[in-house]
């Protein structure tokens, strides 16, 4: 017997809160067969799939125990494969920062049809939610993302010399951070600030200067964050 080719759904979530999927990613989780999600997403979204869908929880959390990418791979394909409707879901923005390449590499090898919807990348919704402006036309005429996940692949004296940074994946390497910043003349009064868990009930929010947000966030986990350098976190003062 010949089984009907499913497809797979590359789905952004958004920043954390289920109010911040798209209509269209909504849609289709209601329609989803295999769940297929990462450790970061909201549990709110889990209740929006059938009741006899198949959810898999594949992790991908730093520092914690995941499900390596090739296993996650191997099971897009398989459940496409078995006519299934597939619904591999991350946090934020499939794009930026959510090793989709991989993952559609596989899917095509394989034959797989596939589709990638966007989400809200905490990137861009973290400093919004925060009252951070990211660009200004006089503080901020542009700004860079870049995760801080492996600091010392990146180009500090570049960065450094930016009116905004946006920094995912650093609050473990906070330290570091401000080092190299700091190597590269920026000043030890430059804002900062720091959003865990953006967009969900437990949003937590600390600003400083990188000379002192060491001294303020001693010892507390700062991760899930995105981090916001430049003269626009002075802003949410007034915001």
């Known amino acids: ?7 797979v759904y590359l789905v952004g979530a958004g920043p954390g809160d289920v109010e911040y999927l798209t209509v269209k990613a909504y849609r289709l989780l209601g329609t989803a067969q295999v769940l297929v999600y990462d450790a970061l997403v909201d549990s709110q979204l889990l209740d929006c799939v059938p009741a006899d869908c ?19 791979n191997h099971l897009l394909v ?23 390449l991989l993952e559609i590499e596989a899917l095509k090898k394989a034959g797989c049809e596939f ?7 905490s990137a861009l919704a973290a400093p ?3 009252g951070i402006p990211l ?20 180009n500090w004296e570049a960065l450094a010399s930016l009116e905004t940074l946006v920094i995912l994946m650093g609050g473990k390497n906070l330290s570091e951070i401000i080092h190299q910043l700091i190597k590269y003349r920026k000043s030890y009064s430059t804002p900062i600030a ?23 966030t001693a010892g507390l986990s700062l991760s899930p964050a995105v981090i916001v350098i430049g003269e626009v976190v002075r802003l949410r003062d007034y915001l």
């Open 1 to 7: 017997m010949i089984t009907e080719m499913g497809k």
């Open 54 to 72: 198949l959810k898999i929880d594949v992790g991908k959390r730093g520092g914690k125990p995941s499900t390596s990418q090739t296993e996650i």
């Open 78 to 100: 398989k459940y496409c494969l078995e006519g299934q409707q597939v619904i591999r879901l991350k946090s934020g923005d499939p794009f930026i920062f959510g090793r989709c």
């Open 115 to 121: 589709e990638i919807i966007p989400g809200i990348s």
């Open 128 to 130: 919004l939610l925060a």
């Open 135 to 154: 660009t200004d036309n006089v503080l901020s005429r542009c700004f860079a993302v870049c995760t801080a996940h492996e600091p010392e692949t990146l």
């Open 194 to 216: 720091i959003i865990r868990w953006a967009g969900t009930p437990n949003q937590q929010i600390w600003t400083g200067e990188l000379g002192n947000i060491l001294q303020q």
